[in-house]
């Protein structure tokens, strides 16, 4: 299997006929169900490793690792590659596998989440203490973790961008059109609850551990939604043997 074939969307299987019009219903809720929240819990835990920096600038700031300007053009760089990303990955995702685009944006942006805790505890005042690092060295190395955020920043910015549309598009792909209003609406509340969650979780971290743990918390956050979204999230009802859902729901096309 290439590249590309891994995130093509998954051809058909074939038509269950084990399962009678009811029990293919039936099968289908629960699948649809499973999507709708892996969907949702797994852009929560985007939210999360989103919403990592945010928490942490005060206290990268009061370390003196990186200043405010520095911080202000990772955060530009982040959103830049957000941007861009929601340009391209809003067209590819229309035509991918949903969960394994999704997770894989999701194993970006903690990844990057990851990375930037690590570089913060090599570029602490402890460590380069600890190894002996003259401070005039060690204005090197905040420069040095001053470009890997910025490079991290924007990997993670593409990632964020890759976990909306995969999302929505399972709401196209396995409800009918009559309820896919209220289920977005639902989905809607995903930024709230990882706005919520990042405070509450990434904040007791730093609170208890210092900063460079909030990241790696958020990268951990990041890397249970990435399990979410593999194991309950499903890419189209023909690949698991069902029809369209407009023709198993019996809802009229134009």
Request: one cysteine or more; hydrophobic letters at 50%.
């Amino acid at each position: 299997m290439g590249f590309l074939d891994f995130f093509k969307t998954s051809a058909p299987a074939p038509l269950r006929t084990d399962l009678d019009e009811k029990g293919q219903k039936k099968y289908h809720k629960s699948l649809a169900f499973q999507s709708f929240v892996a969907g949702t819990l797994g852009y929560s835990f985007y939210y999360v490793c989103r919403a990592a920096l945010n928490v942490m600038k005060k206290p990268i700031i009061d370390s003196g690792l990186l200043d405010a300007d520095q911080l202000g053009t990772i955060g530009a760089v982040t959103l830049a590659a957000y941007a861009i990303g929601k340009f391209v990955n809003g067209f590819l995702a229309d035509h991918s596998n949903i969960k394994r685009f999704m997770a894989t944006g999701l194993i970006i942006s903690a990844l990057a989440c990851l990375l930037m805790g690590i570089f913060g505890l090599t570029g602490s005042e402890q460590y380069t203490a600890l190894i002996g690092i003259a401070p005039e060295q060690a204005k090197s190395i905040s420069f040095v973790v001053f470009i890997a955020f910025a490079i991290l920043g924007g990997l993670s910015g593409w990632g964020q961008s890759m976990g909306a549309p995969p999302a929505i598009i399972a709401l196209s792909r396995w409800f009918p059109l009559s309820r896919r209003g209220t289920f977005y609406g639902f989905f809607s509340l995903s930024h709230n609850l990882g706005e919520w969650l990042s405070f509450l979780f990434v904040g007791i971290l730093v609170s208890v551990a210092g900063w460079q743990w909030g990241f790696i918390g958020s990268a951990i956050a990041g890397f249970i939604g990435v399990l979410i979204i593999m194991f309950f999230m499903h890419d189209t009802p023909e690949s698991k043997g069902l029809k369209r859902v407009e023709l198993l729901t019996g809802e009229k096309t134009q």
